[in-house]
């Protein structure tokens, strides 16, 4: 618990993230949705556990000290400047969803019902590798170097991130490939809102993430 409950906020947030989302949605109410779903689902959760392994393999380099008298200052150092460019990054997307005079959308988006089995798994992949993403997973590998007590704890902590950041894909993913009759409706309704609003949603909670992340390396300090 020690290693898990520090990155559930830092996993919400990535799970909230708009990108991943619409591209889901897009694929969803696509004609060949019954062959480009699933690879994205699997592409989208690979990604996400090994890009947050790599983050967390990388931040063995940082040292530490298993000495609870004595702060963490190497961690929190970098804790508290990843939580300021998480900020950075929420101010700048929230500045360009508040300049744009239509509803948001990426033309590749507008791309992704053409794709096909292997074209959707890449995509998941790719999309891991957004700035939003890696900030995301190098403040978790931090935590996770940092709280974890064994390999066991550190790779039960990723899992357990990975399946909250993938539960807001996974969820519509499956529900739909199980009843698209009545999933189909519901999608285009948060295809609609998600249009307008989500860029400015996932700016605000990312920024709060990143002060909690500030707030966290301040606190090992």
Same mark, same amino acid.
């Given at each position: 618990m020690q290693a898990i409950v520090?990155?559930? %906020?830092? @996993? !919400?947030?990535? @799970?909230? =993230? =708009?990108v991943p989302i619409m591209a889901s949605i897009f694929i969803l109410l696509a004609p060949n949705r019954s062959r480009a779903a699933l690879p994205f689902l699997v592409g989208w959760v690979v990604g996400i556990f090994v890009v947050?392994? !790599?983050?967390?393999?990388?931040?063995? /380099? /940082? $040292?530490?000290?298993?000495?609870?008298?004595? %702060?963490? &200052?190497?961690?929190?150092?970098?804790? #508290?400047?990843?939580?300021?460019? #998480?900020?950075g990054v929420a101010a700048w997307s929230w500045l360009r969803s508040r300049h744009q005079s239509? $509803? *948001?959308?990426?033309?590749?988006?507008?791309?992704?019902?053409?794709?096909?089995?292997?074209? =959707?798994?890449?995509?998941g992949l790719l999309l891991n590798l957004r700035p939003k993403g890696l900030l995301l997973a190098g403040a978790a590998g931090l935590s996770i170097r940092a709280d974890a007590e064994s *390999? &066991? =704890?550190?790779?039960?902590?990723?899992?357990?991130? &990975?399946? #909250? @950041?993938a539960s807001t894909v996974a969820a $519509?993913?499956?529900?739909?490939? @199980?009843?698209?009759?009545?999933m189909t409706p519901?999608?285009?309704?948060?295809?609609?809102?998600?249009?307008?609003?989500?860029e400015a949603v996932t700016s605000v909670i990312l920024a709060l993430i990143g002060a909690v992340i500030v707030v966290m390396g301040i606190a090992r300090w």
């Amino acid at each position: 618990m020690q290693a898990i409950v520090p990155i559930l %906020p830092i @996993a !919400l947030a990535d @799970a909230l =993230s =708009s990108v991943p989302i619409m591209a889901s949605i897009f694929i969803l109410l696509a004609p060949n949705r019954s062959r480009a779903a699933l690879p994205f689902l699997v592409g989208w959760v690979v990604g996400i556990f090994v890009v947050v392994l !790599l983050c967390t393999l990388l931040a063995q /380099v /940082v $040292p530490t000290t298993r000495s609870p008298r004595r %702060p963490d &200052t190497v961690v929190a150092a970098l804790e #508290i400047l990843l939580g300021v460019a #998480i900020i950075g990054v929420a101010a700048w997307s929230w500045l360009r969803s508040r300049h744009q005079s239509r $509803p *948001t959308g990426a033309n590749w988006l507008k791309k992704v019902d053409m794709l096909g089995p292997w074209s =959707s798994l890449g995509l998941g992949l790719l999309l891991n590798l957004r700035p939003k993403g890696l900030l995301l997973a190098g403040a978790a590998g931090l935590s996770i170097r940092a709280d974890a007590e064994s *390999t &066991t =704890s550190a790779l039960l902590a990723v899992t357990i991130y &990975t399946l #909250i @950041a993938a539960s807001t894909v996974a969820a $519509p993913v499956i529900a739909t490939l @199980a009843a698209p009759a009545r999933m189909t409706p519901r999608l285009v309704r948060i295809k609609e809102w998600m249009s307008r609003h989500g860029e400015a949603v996932t700016s605000v909670i990312l920024a709060l993430i990143g002060a909690v992340i500030v707030v966290m390396g301040i606190a090992r300090w």
